[in-house]
């Protein structure tokens, strides 16, 4: 699902897509929503700890917020908001103060209705505009 969001519509090259944290570890939690016949809708994870560190500033108490996709068919359905929802459930369990992401800046809207606060300057990442953003839990 992610391969058909972030690299065929969106042209993220698949090399920079996927990573060593793509499969669930101590340090990872993967979200997945699914219909009722099983097809995937969207997914999303949670990075903290030490996978964390290097998105967050290195701050042990924020969880980095990552690979937030959902399918076209899916999309204005609240599948993204409950995936976001369901992560910083995630966070809360582990003890985390905060939660970070890097938003490509066409989706600052839907974090900020959500609570989310852009920092620092925009940047490009896989050729796409983006902006750190924060939410304290």
């Known amino acids: 699902m992610r391969k058909d969001v972030f690299v065929a ?66 999309r204005g359905l609240g599948v993204g908001v409950a995936l976001v929802r369901v992560i910083e459930e995630a966070a809360r369990a582990r003890g985390l103060a905060a939660v970070d992401l890097h938003a490509q800046t066409q989706a600052m809207g839907f974090y900020e209705r959500l609570g989310y606060t852009a920092y620092g300057p925009e940047d490009l990442e896989a050729g796409i505009p983006h902006r750190s953003m924060r939410r304290s839990l």
Request: net charge negative; hydrophobic share 40%; proline share 6%.
């Open 9 to 74: 519509e969106q042209g993220v090259p698949e090399d920079v897509e996927y990573d060593e944290h793509d499969l669930p570890d101590a340090e990872a939690v993967h979200v997945l929503a699914v219909a009722d016949d099983g097809r995937p809708l969207g997914a999303g994870r949670l990075l903290h700890g030490e996978a964390a560190a290097a998105r967050t500033g290195g701050d042990p108490s924020v969880g980095s917020l990552g690979r937030l996709a959902v399918t076209r068919e899916a």
